[in-house]
C-alpha cells in the first residue's frame, strides 16, 4: 500500500500538469483542504492543490519534496519535508518544513503546513 502524503508531496517535482493533477488526486479526497504560509486563505479541491503545486515547480525548478520522518498521534500525522534544490550561487539548498495531516482511509482530507519544526 502507497504512503498517500508520501505520494503527495513527489508531485511538488513534477512539472507536467496532468502527471501533477493525477499524483496529486491519487493521494488526496476531492474536497482536500489545505493551508502552509504561502496561501493566503484555505485551498480547497483537487484542482486548486495541483494548481499550487505546480507554483513550487514554476519558481523552484529542479527543487523537490521529500518526506523525511512521519509520525502519528490521535489520527492525525506529523510529516517533516524536507525541500531541497540548487539555490540561486549554485550550492544545494535544504529547507524543511512540518505538515499536520488528516486522512480518511488512504486519502489525505486536511493537510496545514509550517516552516521548520517549530525550533
Known amino acids: 500500500?502507497?504512503?498517500?502524503?508520501?505520494?503527495?508531496?513527489?508531485?511538488?517535482?513534477?512539472?507536467?500538469?496532468?502527471?501533477?493533477?493525477e499524483?496529486?488526486?491519487s493521494a488526496?479526497?476531492?474536497?482536500?483542504?489545505?493551508?502552509?504560509?504561502?496561501?493566503?486563505?484555505?485551498?480547497?479541491?483537487i484542482n486548486a492543490l495541483s494548481d499550487y503545486v505546480g507554483m513550487f515547480s514554476a519558481n523552484a525548478p529542479g527543487w523537490s519534496a521529500k518526506v523525511i520522518n512521519t509520525d502519528t498521534t490521535a489520527g492525525v500525522t506529523r510529516a517533516t519535508v524536507a525541500f531541497s534544490g540548487l539555490?540561486?550561487?549554485?550550492?544545494?539548498?535544504?529547507?524543511?518544513?512540518?505538515?499536520?495531516?488528516?486522512?480518511?482511509?488512504?486519502l489525505i482530507t486536511r493537510m496545514v503546513g509550517f516552516v521548520g519544526t517549530g525550533e
Do not use: C, H, L
Request: net charge negative; hydrophobic share 30%.
Open 1 to 21: 500500500m502507497s504512503d498517500p502524503i508520501v505520494n503527495f508531496f513527489d508531485a511538488w517535482k513534477i512539472e507536467d500538469p496532468t502527471a501533477r493533477f
Open 23 to 25: 499524483k496529486v488526486a
Open 28 to 45: 488526496v479526497t476531492k474536497s482536500v483542504d489545505y493551508d502552509d504560509p504561502r496561501t493566503p486563505e484555505t485551498i480547497n479541491g
Open 87 to 106: 539555490g540561486p550561487d549554485g550550492s544545494e539548498k535544504v529547507q524543511i518544513g512540518q505538515y499536520f495531516v488528516e486522512q480518511e482511509g488512504e
